[in-house]
């Protein structure tokens, strides 16, 4: 794993949310975990810290079905919240995360009042992306597909016919019948 350029990508993440003063990258350096996951892995946290994805695919799950609520890409958040939401986070293509602490965050939020706007937009990013994907229901089938396609790429090359097709909320056999 090259952590310069994992670090480099988390600056950049960073940065496109709001400005990242010197002094606050410093302390962001020092608290932040940069990880390396295989594909399989369970991500583990505590209620709402947070997991920036760097490279690769998260896949939220829900817990009893195994259906997929949700795609995590590169440069999109996850605040953990399997304790409220009844699901988990598996690794579906390799991934590098850096992870930081809700006590961290609290703790950049109070020495940097600065930070509080990289907070309201990591919220926001996420409730932006689950509001997005409420809005595949409305679509026929062949046009989710292509939404999918559109809006996550990176999921419609590297994921399983099943686990886009549990996402889309169709069989593995009608999501390949489909043709765009």
Known sequence: MDKSKHENLLFETL?????VPPDLWKSFQEIVEIKSY?????????LLDLY???????IKRENSTKQVIDFICKKQFIFHNEEVDDCYFEVDNDAVVAFISNDDLLKLSNEFPKFKDH???????????????GRFIVHSARE???????????VYRNCSNADKSSFLGMTPN????III
Do not use: M, N
């Open 38 to 46: 295989k594909k399989g892995r369970i991500l583990q946290a505590d």
């Open 174 to 177: 009608y999501y390949c019948s």
């Open 119 to 133: 907070i309201k937009h990591f919220g926001a990013d996420v409730l932006k992306q689950r509001t997005l994907r």
């Open 52 to 58: 920036i994805v760097l490279e690769g695919i998260i």
């Open 15 to 19: 940065h496109d949310l709001a400005p």
């Open 144 to 154: 989710k597909k292509i939404k999918l396609l559109e809006l996550y790429p990176e």
